[in-house]
Protein backbone atom coordinates (compact mmCIF):
# COMPACT_ATOMS: atom_id res chain seq x y z
CA UNK A 1 0.00 0.00 0.00
CA UNK A 2 0.98 3.46 -0.76
CA UNK A 3 1.71 6.49 1.61
CA UNK A 4 -2.04 7.29 1.18
CA UNK A 5 -3.81 4.06 0.85
CA UNK A 6 -5.53 2.60 -2.22
CA UNK A 7 -5.97 4.53 -5.17
CA UNK A 8 -9.63 6.44 -5.67
CA UNK A 9 -12.22 7.98 -4.23
CA UNK A 10 -13.76 7.33 -0.91
CA UNK A 11 -16.37 8.83 -1.75
CA UNK A 12 -16.94 6.68 -5.26
CA UNK A 13 -17.17 3.62 -3.39
CA UNK A 14 -20.13 1.06 -4.39
CA UNK A 15 -22.82 2.49 -2.79
CA UNK A 16 -24.93 -0.76 -2.93
CA UNK A 17 -22.88 -2.48 -0.22
CA UNK A 18 -23.35 0.93 2.19
CA UNK A 19 -25.14 0.46 5.21
CA UNK A 20 -26.29 3.75 5.80
CA UNK A 21 -27.80 4.75 9.16
CA UNK A 22 -25.37 2.25 10.87
CA UNK A 23 -23.97 3.93 13.77
CA UNK A 24 -20.10 4.68 13.57
CA UNK A 25 -17.61 3.90 16.49
CA UNK A 26 -16.28 6.41 18.72
CA UNK A 27 -13.11 4.97 17.67
CA UNK A 28 -13.76 5.10 13.86
CA UNK A 29 -14.70 8.64 14.63
CA UNK A 30 -11.37 9.53 16.21
CA UNK A 31 -9.58 8.22 13.48
CA UNK A 32 -11.41 10.49 11.05
CA UNK A 33 -10.86 13.59 12.51
CA UNK A 34 -7.25 12.22 13.25
CA UNK A 35 -6.89 12.21 8.98
CA UNK A 36 -9.12 15.27 8.63
CA UNK A 37 -6.17 17.04 10.42
CA UNK A 38 -3.27 14.89 9.03
CA UNK A 39 -4.07 14.67 5.17
CA UNK A 40 -1.98 12.04 5.30
CA UNK A 41 -2.61 7.99 5.88
CA UNK A 42 0.79 6.99 7.40
CA UNK A 43 0.61 10.42 9.44
CA UNK A 44 -2.33 9.87 10.40
CA UNK A 45 -1.98 5.93 11.25
CA UNK A 46 1.27 6.60 13.47
CA UNK A 47 -0.12 9.24 15.82
CA UNK A 48 -2.78 6.73 16.74
CA UNK A 49 -0.88 3.69 17.19
CA UNK A 50 -2.18 1.56 14.65
CA UNK A 51 -0.94 0.42 11.09
CA UNK A 52 -1.27 2.49 8.28
CA UNK A 53 -3.36 -0.92 6.55
CA UNK A 54 -5.86 -1.47 9.58
CA UNK A 55 -6.29 2.32 9.91
CA UNK A 56 -7.39 2.57 6.04
CA UNK A 57 -9.48 -0.47 6.26
CA UNK A 58 -11.23 1.69 9.64
CA UNK A 59 -11.84 4.53 7.50
CA UNK A 60 -13.39 2.63 5.05
CA UNK A 61 -15.49 0.91 7.10
CA UNK A 62 -16.75 4.19 8.23
CA UNK A 63 -17.88 5.68 5.12
CA UNK A 64 -19.79 2.21 4.35
CA UNK A 65 -21.70 2.65 8.01
CA UNK A 66 -22.41 6.20 7.07
CA UNK A 67 -23.09 5.82 3.32
CA UNK A 68 -21.01 8.66 1.92
CA UNK A 69 -18.02 9.38 0.72
CA UNK A 70 -15.84 11.19 3.43
CA UNK A 71 -12.57 11.34 1.44
CA UNK A 72 -10.91 11.55 -2.07
CA UNK A 73 -7.55 10.21 -2.30
CA UNK A 74 -4.79 9.21 -4.56
CA UNK A 75 -1.48 8.60 -4.53
CA UNK A 76 -0.34 12.32 -4.07
CA UNK A 77 -2.83 13.38 -1.67
CA UNK A 78 -5.99 13.05 0.77
CA UNK A 79 -8.52 15.58 0.54
CA UNK A 80 -12.00 15.49 2.35
CA UNK A 81 -14.99 15.91 0.25
CA UNK A 82 -17.10 18.69 0.87
CA UNK A 83 -19.75 15.67 2.81
CA UNK A 84 -16.45 15.30 4.89
CA UNK A 85 -16.27 18.42 5.97
CA UNK A 86 -19.56 19.11 6.60
CA UNK A 87 -20.00 16.28 9.06
CA UNK A 88 -15.99 17.74 10.72
CA UNK A 89 -17.93 19.58 13.46
CA UNK A 90 -20.33 16.47 14.66
CA UNK A 91 -18.15 14.45 14.30
CA UNK A 92 -15.66 16.28 16.98
CA UNK A 93 -18.85 16.97 19.00
CA UNK A 94 -19.77 13.01 19.18
CA UNK A 95 -16.09 12.31 20.23
CA UNK A 96 -15.90 14.87 22.99
CA UNK A 97 -18.95 14.21 23.87
CA UNK A 98 -17.55 10.11 24.43
CA UNK A 99 -14.95 11.78 26.15
CA UNK A 100 -16.45 13.31 29.01
CA UNK A 101 -19.06 10.52 29.22
CA UNK A 102 -15.68 8.64 29.69
CA UNK A 103 -14.40 10.31 32.28
CA UNK A 104 -17.47 10.63 34.04
CA UNK A 105 -17.56 6.98 34.18
CA UNK A 106 -13.91 6.48 35.11
CA UNK A 107 -14.16 9.04 38.08
CA UNK A 108 -17.00 7.21 38.90
CA UNK A 109 -15.60 3.57 39.07
CA UNK A 110 -12.46 5.18 41.03
CA UNK A 111 -14.71 6.83 43.70
CA UNK A 112 -16.40 4.00 44.16
CA UNK A 113 -13.83 0.96 43.96
CA UNK A 114 -10.77 2.89 44.74
CA UNK A 115 -8.67 0.92 41.90
CA UNK A 116 -5.68 1.78 40.27
CA UNK A 117 -4.44 -0.89 37.52
CA UNK A 118 -0.12 -0.64 36.41
CA UNK A 119 0.88 -2.40 33.45
CA UNK A 120 4.19 -4.46 33.46
CA UNK A 121 6.33 -6.85 30.81
CA UNK A 122 7.85 -9.76 32.22
CA UNK A 123 9.23 -9.43 35.76
CA UNK A 124 10.00 -5.53 35.43
CA UNK A 125 7.67 -5.45 38.74
CA UNK A 126 10.32 -7.36 40.31
CA UNK A 127 12.67 -4.53 39.67
CA UNK A 128 13.49 -2.19 42.88
CA UNK A 129 11.96 1.06 41.90
CA UNK A 130 8.87 -0.47 40.69
CA UNK A 131 8.21 -2.40 44.15
CA UNK A 132 9.58 1.21 45.93
CA UNK A 133 7.12 3.37 44.75
CA UNK A 134 4.06 1.18 44.71
CA UNK A 135 5.09 0.73 48.83
CA UNK A 136 5.24 3.88 48.83
CA UNK A 137 1.92 4.37 47.45
CA UNK A 138 0.12 1.87 49.45
CA UNK A 139 1.40 3.47 52.07
CA UNK A 140 0.03 7.20 51.48
CA UNK A 141 -3.10 5.85 49.75
CA UNK A 142 -4.29 2.89 52.04
CA UNK A 143 -8.05 2.49 50.67
CA UNK A 144 -6.94 1.78 46.81
CA UNK A 145 -6.48 -1.16 45.72
CA UNK A 146 -3.63 -1.59 43.08
CA UNK A 147 -3.89 -4.54 40.53
CA UNK A 148 -0.94 -5.42 38.35
CA UNK A 149 -1.52 -6.50 34.93
CA UNK A 150 1.34 -8.59 33.06
CA UNK A 151 1.22 -7.21 29.46
CA UNK A 152 3.03 -8.36 26.07
CA UNK A 153 5.87 -7.27 24.41
CA UNK A 154 3.75 -6.57 21.15
CA UNK A 155 0.50 -5.35 23.30
CA UNK A 156 2.03 -2.86 25.79
CA UNK A 157 1.45 0.38 24.02
CA UNK A 158 -1.64 -0.81 23.42
CA UNK A 159 -2.67 -1.68 26.69
CA UNK A 160 -1.88 1.78 27.89
CA UNK A 161 -3.36 3.88 25.04
CA UNK A 162 -6.46 1.45 24.99
CA UNK A 163 -7.33 2.42 28.94
CA UNK A 164 -6.35 -1.40 29.63
CA UNK A 165 -4.53 0.14 32.61
CA UNK A 166 -3.67 3.31 34.15
CA UNK A 167 0.09 3.52 34.13
CA UNK A 168 2.37 1.33 33.46
CA UNK A 169 6.39 0.39 33.86
CA UNK A 170 8.29 -0.09 30.63
CA UNK A 171 11.62 0.66 28.60
CA UNK A 172 11.95 3.52 26.66
CA UNK A 173 11.29 4.51 23.67
CA UNK A 174 7.31 5.13 23.43
CA UNK A 175 5.40 6.65 21.30
CA UNK A 176 5.03 10.54 21.03
CA UNK A 177 2.13 11.45 23.34
CA UNK A 178 2.83 9.13 26.14
CA UNK A 179 4.21 10.57 29.24
CA UNK A 180 6.84 9.39 31.00
CA UNK A 181 8.86 9.84 33.97
CA UNK A 182 12.33 8.40 34.10
CA UNK A 183 12.65 5.93 36.84
CA UNK A 184 16.35 3.97 36.05
CA UNK A 185 19.39 3.12 34.04
CA UNK A 186 20.79 0.03 33.15
CA UNK A 187 23.37 -1.41 30.64
CA UNK A 188 22.11 -4.11 27.76
CA UNK A 189 23.18 -7.37 27.63
CA UNK A 190 23.36 -9.94 25.16
CA UNK A 191 21.05 -13.55 25.33
CA UNK A 192 22.32 -16.28 24.09
CA UNK A 193 21.70 -20.03 24.01
CA UNK A 194 24.35 -22.02 25.85
CA UNK A 195 27.31 -23.27 24.11
CA UNK A 196 27.32 -20.27 22.16
CA UNK A 197 31.07 -19.89 20.65
CA UNK A 198 30.57 -16.05 21.25
CA UNK A 199 30.43 -17.19 25.28
CA UNK A 200 33.98 -18.46 24.83
CA UNK A 201 35.21 -15.09 24.47
CA UNK A 202 36.93 -13.40 27.20
CA UNK A 203 36.50 -10.09 26.51
CA UNK A 204 32.85 -8.49 26.29
CA UNK A 205 30.92 -8.14 23.15
CA UNK A 206 30.57 -5.26 21.13
CA UNK A 207 27.84 -4.95 18.38
CA UNK A 208 30.02 -5.73 15.43
CA UNK A 209 30.30 -9.28 17.03
CA UNK A 210 26.54 -9.92 16.37
CA UNK A 211 26.61 -9.03 12.61
CA UNK A 212 26.35 -12.27 11.19
CA UNK A 213 23.33 -13.21 13.86
CA UNK A 214 19.56 -13.42 13.48
CA UNK A 215 17.60 -11.61 15.96
CA UNK A 216 14.35 -12.76 17.21
CA UNK A 217 11.45 -10.47 16.39
CA UNK A 218 8.66 -8.73 17.92
CA UNK A 219 5.17 -8.70 16.60
CA UNK A 220 2.92 -4.83 16.29
CA UNK A 221 3.25 -1.91 14.68
CA UNK A 222 2.95 -0.23 17.90
CA UNK A 223 6.41 -1.64 19.07
CA UNK A 224 8.08 -1.45 15.66
CA UNK A 225 10.32 1.72 16.29
CA UNK A 226 10.65 0.35 20.30
CA UNK A 227 12.22 -2.98 19.12
CA UNK A 228 14.09 -1.64 16.50
CA UNK A 229 16.01 0.61 19.11
CA UNK A 230 16.77 -2.30 21.30
CA UNK A 231 18.24 -4.63 18.52
CA UNK A 232 19.96 -1.29 16.83
CA UNK A 233 17.64 -2.12 13.64
CA UNK A 234 19.82 -0.85 11.42
CA UNK A 235 23.28 -0.65 12.75
CA UNK A 236 25.76 2.64 12.82
CA UNK A 237 26.74 1.97 9.07
CA UNK A 238 23.11 1.33 7.79
CA UNK A 239 23.33 -2.49 7.63
CA UNK A 240 19.49 -3.83 8.82
CA UNK A 241 19.39 -6.58 11.66
CA UNK A 242 18.34 -9.91 9.98
CA UNK A 243 15.34 -10.92 11.93
CA UNK A 244 14.42 -14.83 12.13
CA UNK A 245 11.10 -15.75 14.41
CA UNK A 246 7.96 -13.40 15.64
CA UNK A 247 7.36 -13.22 18.95
CA UNK A 248 4.69 -11.42 21.07
CA UNK A 249 6.07 -12.88 24.91
CA UNK A 250 8.79 -12.45 26.15
CA UNK A 251 8.63 -15.65 27.35
CA UNK A 252 8.48 -16.99 23.92
CA UNK A 253 11.37 -14.86 22.77
CA UNK A 254 13.54 -16.71 25.26
CA UNK A 255 12.65 -20.03 24.43
CA UNK A 256 13.48 -19.23 20.62
CA UNK A 257 16.75 -17.94 21.97
CA UNK A 258 16.96 -21.48 23.82
CA UNK A 259 16.14 -23.17 20.54
CA UNK A 260 18.77 -21.26 18.85
CA UNK A 261 16.51 -19.50 16.28
CA UNK A 262 17.92 -16.15 17.28
CA UNK A 263 19.37 -13.92 19.88
CA UNK A 264 17.96 -11.00 21.69
CA UNK A 265 19.68 -7.96 23.46
CA UNK A 266 18.38 -7.59 26.73
CA UNK A 267 18.47 -5.51 29.98
CA UNK A 268 20.96 -6.23 32.44
CA UNK A 269 18.89 -7.41 35.55
CA UNK A 270 17.55 -10.21 32.58
CA UNK A 271 20.52 -12.51 34.09
CA UNK A 272 18.66 -12.76 37.34
CA UNK A 273 14.84 -12.13 36.68
CA UNK A 274 15.19 -14.90 33.47
CA UNK A 275 17.28 -17.72 34.42
CA UNK A 276 16.32 -20.26 31.86
CA UNK A 277 17.62 -23.42 31.08
CA UNK A 278 19.47 -23.26 27.64
CA UNK A 279 20.05 -19.53 28.04
CA UNK A 280 23.15 -17.39 29.07
CA UNK A 281 23.81 -13.59 28.84
CA UNK A 282 27.15 -11.94 27.62
CA UNK A 283 28.11 -8.50 28.01
CA UNK A 284 28.54 -6.11 25.45
CA UNK A 285 29.94 -2.43 25.31
CA UNK A 286 29.43 0.41 23.48
CA UNK A 287 25.86 0.43 23.73
CA UNK A 288 23.93 3.03 25.64
CA UNK A 289 21.94 2.08 29.06
CA UNK A 290 18.62 1.14 28.44
CA UNK A 291 15.87 3.55 30.60
CA UNK A 292 13.02 2.32 32.41
CA UNK A 293 9.74 4.43 33.06
CA UNK A 294 6.84 4.60 34.39
CA UNK A 295 3.94 5.92 31.76
CA UNK A 296 0.47 7.31 31.51
CA UNK A 297 -1.85 8.86 28.87
CA UNK A 298 -2.01 12.69 29.33
CA UNK A 299 -5.53 12.14 29.65
CA UNK A 300 -5.26 10.50 32.99
CA UNK A 301 -2.76 13.09 34.63
CA UNK A 302 -5.51 14.44 36.59
CA UNK A 303 -6.67 11.29 37.57
CA UNK A 304 -6.37 10.68 41.48
CA UNK A 305 -4.60 7.42 41.30
CA UNK A 306 -2.19 8.33 38.35
CA UNK A 307 -1.52 11.28 40.06
CA UNK A 308 -0.67 9.69 43.24
CA UNK A 309 1.20 7.41 41.60
CA UNK A 310 3.95 9.93 40.13
CA UNK A 311 3.61 11.60 43.18
CA UNK A 312 5.07 8.67 45.25
CA UNK A 313 7.49 8.04 42.24
CA UNK A 314 8.93 11.27 42.58
CA UNK A 315 9.19 10.86 46.48
CA UNK A 316 11.42 7.65 45.38
CA UNK A 317 13.27 9.17 43.54
CA UNK A 318 13.98 12.29 45.93
CA UNK A 319 14.93 9.86 48.58
CA UNK A 320 17.80 8.00 46.10
CA UNK A 321 15.85 5.11 45.98
CA UNK A 322 15.69 4.07 49.62
CA UNK A 323 12.67 1.92 50.68
CA UNK A 324 10.90 3.96 52.99
CA UNK A 325 12.82 7.00 52.73
CA UNK A 326 10.26 9.91 51.96
CA UNK A 327 6.77 11.19 53.20
CA UNK A 328 4.41 8.24 53.81
CA UNK A 329 7.09 5.76 53.00
CA UNK A 330 6.72 2.20 53.92
CA UNK A 331 9.81 -0.10 55.01
CA UNK A 332 10.57 -2.84 52.58
CA UNK A 333 12.49 -4.90 54.41
CA UNK A 334 14.65 -7.69 53.37
CA UNK A 335 11.56 -10.23 54.50
CA UNK A 336 8.70 -7.69 52.82
CA UNK A 337 9.54 -7.50 48.84
CA UNK A 338 12.60 -5.59 49.25
CA UNK A 339 14.74 -5.03 46.59
CA UNK A 340 15.96 -7.55 43.85
CA UNK A 341 19.51 -8.63 43.37
CA UNK A 342 19.11 -7.44 40.19
CA UNK A 343 18.86 -3.56 41.83
CA UNK A 344 22.84 -3.89 41.58
CA UNK A 345 23.49 -3.20 38.23
CA UNK A 346 20.18 -0.50 37.85
CA UNK A 347 20.96 3.05 38.63
CA UNK A 348 17.93 5.07 39.88
CA UNK A 349 17.44 8.67 37.62
CA UNK A 350 19.12 10.83 39.94
CA UNK A 351 21.06 9.09 41.85
CA UNK A 352 24.82 9.69 41.65
CA UNK A 353 27.01 6.85 39.97
CA UNK A 354 29.29 5.47 42.71
CA UNK A 355 33.28 6.37 42.62
CA UNK A 356 35.41 3.52 41.13
Keep these: MGAYGVEGSCGGGDRKTATRGSDPSVHQLRLFLALAEELHFGQAARRMFISQPAFSRQITA ?55 RVGFVGAEAAMPYPQQILAEFRGRNPE ?20 EVDAAFLRLP ?67 VRFGPVVTGLESLLLAVAQREGIALLPAAARELYPRPGLAYADITGLPPVTAVLAWLPARSESRGVAELRQAARAVLRAGGRPGAGPGGAALGRGGGGAAPAARRVRLAGQRRPRP
Design 62 to 116: LERRMGIGLLERSTRRVELTPEGRALLPAARAAVEAADRLRKAVEHQARRVSGRL
Design 144 to 163: CVVEMCGLDLAGQVEALTGG
Design 174 to 240: LPAGIRTLQLAAEPRVVCLPVGDPLLERERPLALCDLDERVFVDVAGESVRAWWDHWTVNPRPDGTP
